[in-house]
């Protein structure tokens, strides 16, 4: 009996998708939102900062993007989102989970409020933003949900809270999950966990920390945001079509499994 060979997959564009990105104003939101877009689909910048959001539309051009203002800690917020979605357009093909808050608070420094608004944005909105996009996504049998987690979700984190680490690790849990909930109606459901990138963020940390952070890692640098936006387009290409419920880390070789 032969093995069935498919036709080579030549490209990886996503033309005439939909895909909404939150945290699309910054850092590696930003770079999500240019790739995407850059490869053909229509991008929806969504950010609580709708100034770094219309800087991203700004970027990619209106006619190929949108920015739209959404605090993922609302399920009011979300809802409306998936209203004007549903509206103007009847579908969502590719939802990549980005927004989050991060913070390095000690445990006993840690306050309830503080710990609460990490859950509620790292993961309770993961949570709602994929609950809506699979009600849409299983009618019509495909779509792509994305998790950008961390490598502090299986290591604890090196420079993260306990609070972060952990919406983290439930964020790649809640991916599982979902992916074998969403699997019989066409639809891949994957996590990144990026390690050590260079953005706003790292640069903050100063010169010498980030040199000593840079020694732990075999590569010896930071990653870049565009590595990480690189594997969403992939996993939400048909190159990534038979990728499911994976847990793609991308730092470097710092943590290696």
Known sequence: MKTKILSPLLDDCIDGQIAIVTGGGKGIGHAICVTLAAKGAFVIAADKDIKAATETVEM???????AIELDVASEESILKLYALVK??????????NNAGIFKATPILKTTTAEWDIIQAVNLRGAFLMSREAFRLMQL??????????SMSAKTGGIAAGAHYSASKAGLVC???????????YDICVNAITPGLIETDLTRAWGDETNAKLTEKIPLKKF????DVAETVAFLASQRGRYITGE????????WMD
């Open 87 to 96: 509206e103007r357009f009847g579908k969502i093909d590719i939802l990549v």
């Open 140 to 149: 019509q049998h495909s779509g792509r949900i994305i998790n950008i987690a």
């Open 223 to 226: 990653g870049q945001p565009q």
């Open 60 to 66: 990619i051009g209106h006619g190929k993007s949108s």
């Open 247 to 254: 847990i793609i880390d991308i730092n470097g070789g710092l």
């Open 174 to 184: 809640f991916t599982k999950s979902l992916a074998m909930q969403a699997a019989p």
